[in-house]
């Protein structure tokens, strides 16, 4: 299945989540069995040869493609979410967005020094939330192998702020 079989996996919902904005609705992807096997194959096979440890995932869909990838991968699988969902003690980073700040968090635990992780999310628009984590995780002494995600919306420009490390996207948008 090739990337452009897989994009007519993907539905496209114009002026959502508010005008001008066209959303890429990956639940029609990841409801197609071989398309979402295909995905996590894909994704996965730049890293096979990485010797992972870790994916981490960010809050929520990095929670869908993460564990899969971890699987395939022989790694653990560590969540990275919003503040106040995570149990036991965590490290937090606070940055920037267009209108406002986010914060995400991590289990202070979930990362041993010098361990090899993977990052996964389903999107890379501006790049910040993958910015964080990568800095979340470097903060917890993290050896970032890459970051891996479905779509990359390339007008957005944000594989910019993630030049230190090896990006990979399945699926480019230009518009």
Do not use: W
């Given at each position: 299945?090739?990337?452009?079989?897989?994009?007519?996996?993907?539905?496209?919902?114009?002026?959502?989540?508010?005008?001008?904005?066209?959303?890429?609705?990956?639940?029609?992807?990841?409801?197609?069995?071989?398309?979402?096997?295909?995905?996590?194959?894909?994704?996965?096979?730049?890293?096979?040869?990485?010797?992972?440890?870790?994916?981490?995932?960010?809050?929520?869909?990095?929670?869908?493609?993460?564990?899969?990838?971890?699987?395939?991968?022989?790694?653990?699988?560590?969540?990275?979410?919003?503040?106040?969902?995570?149990?036991?003690?965590?490290?937090?980073?606070?940055?920037?967005?267009?209108?406002?700040?986010?914060?995400?968090?991590i289990h202070k635990d979930a990362i041993q020094p010098?361990?090899?992780?993977?990052?996964?999310?389903?999107?890379?628009?501006?790049?910040?939330?993958?910015?964080?984590?990568?800095?979340?995780?470097?903060?917890?002494?993290?050896?970032?192998?890459?970051?891996?995600?479905?779509?990359?919306?390339?007008?957005?420009?944000?594989?910019?702020?993630?030049?230190?490390?090896?990006?990979?996207?399945?699926?480019?948008?230009?518009?």
């Open positions: 299945m090739a990337s452009d079989d897989l994009k007519k996996l993907i539905r496209e919902i114009p002026d959502y989540p508010k005008p001008g904005i066209l959303f890429y609705d990956i639940t029609t992807l990841i409801k197609d069995r071989a398309g979402f096997a295909r995905v996590v194959d894909y994704m996965t096979s730049p890293y096979l040869d990485k010797n992972i440890d870790l994916v981490l995932g960010m809050e929520a869909r990095g929670f869908i493609f993460g564990p899969a990838m971890a699987y395939r991968l022989n790694a653990g699988f560590i969540p990275v979410r919003k503040p106040k969902k995570l149990p036991g003690e965590t490290v937090s980073y606070t940055y920037d967005l267009e209108y406002g700040t986010d914060t995400l968090e010098g361990q090899r992780v993977l990052i996964v999310d389903d999107l890379l628009a501006t790049g910040g939330t993958a910015e964080a984590t990568a800095k979340l995780a470097t903060k917890l002494g993290a050896d970032i192998c890459g970051l891996s995600f479905v779509v990359e919306l390339d007008f957005l420009n944000g594989r910019k702020r993630l030049v230190p490390y090896d990006v990979f996207s399945l699926l480019h948008y230009d518009k």
